[in-house]
């Protein structure tokens, strides 16, 4: 964001160091959000169980990937990398991600980070010591990702209005059909250090219940859903892309 002029210059020297060109979005700012946009943006009658109302932060981050998506749409590249400002990257990221680049075009997305190991399947060695592959389990966060650009001119129309924060509704691949593949371990992650660190979880944990019991139950709810929508789709999961580029 704007305002964050420190993230933007620490992940851009993070880019540099790789030898990568990039183009700086700004971020959608929640302070600059008004009822009209919010309105226009959240879905008032979700399908899909919530277990929150959306915070203002998480509005503002699900429109700026939006507004990303949109501009890669609009681009004549075939895909592209989407990097948060809270960004480091590990050993070999430039090696994998030009691996993935000269690859398979046999997915709609990447996810570059993952917060815990996840089951894989299908798995791909990768020459540059990565492997990548499929989960049925999407990772949480959108720190990194590779995605086309017919995926990401669906995506800036399909997931408008939403009621999910951005990481959640990606992982809903039953609903999207997008084929998400999941490089392992994690080509990058968000920046530990609390100066230059994301203000999303803060924002998301202002919204909770203020109840340890009503958070509970509410997170089994959400997971057990999950849990029934992945095996109850399973016959149709997005193994190869749906959308060619």
């Not at 430039?94 to 075009?105: D, H, P, V, Y």
Request: proline content about 5%; hydrophobic content about 40%; overall charge positive.
């Amino acid at each position: 964001m704007d305002r964050h002029p420190e993230r933007l210059r620490i992940s851009g020297a993070a880019l540099d160091s790789l030898g990568l060109n990039f183009q700086r979005l700004a971020g959608v700012d929640y302070r600059e959000l008004d009822p009209q946009t919010i309105g226009a943006a959240v879905d008032k009658t979700p399908a899909a169980m919530v277990k929150r109302q959306l915070s203002p932060g998480e509005i503002a981050c699900f429109l700026s990937h939006i507004k990303v998506w949109r501009a890669i749409a609009e681009s004549s590249e075939d895909m592209a990398w989407v990097f948060e400002d809270d960004v480091s990257f590990c050993a070999n990221a430039r090696t994998a991600m030009l691996e993935i680049e000269s690859g398979k075009r046999d997915w709609d997305l990447v996810r570059l980070y993952s917060h815990k190991a996840l089951s894989l399947e299908r798995i791909e060695p990768m020459e540059c010591g990565y492997s990548i592959g499929l989960s049925r389990k999407i990772p949480m966060s959108t720190i990194g990702y590779a995605i086309s650009r017919p995926a990401a001119d669906f995506l800036s129309r399909a997931m408008v209005p939403f009621s999910l924060p951005v990481d959640s509704a990606l992982k809903q691949w039953w609903d999207h059909g997008l084929c998400t593949k999941v490089v392992a371990p994690s080509l990058c992650e968000p920046r530990k250090d609390t100066a230059t660190a994301s203000t999303l979880d803060a924002s998301r944990a202002n919204n909770k219940p203020k109840s340890l019991v009503d958070r509970f139950v509410l997170n089994l709810r959400y997971q057990f859903e999950q849990r029934r929508m992945r095996h109850g789709h399973a016959a149709r999961f997005p193994d190869r892309n749906r959308f060619d580029w």
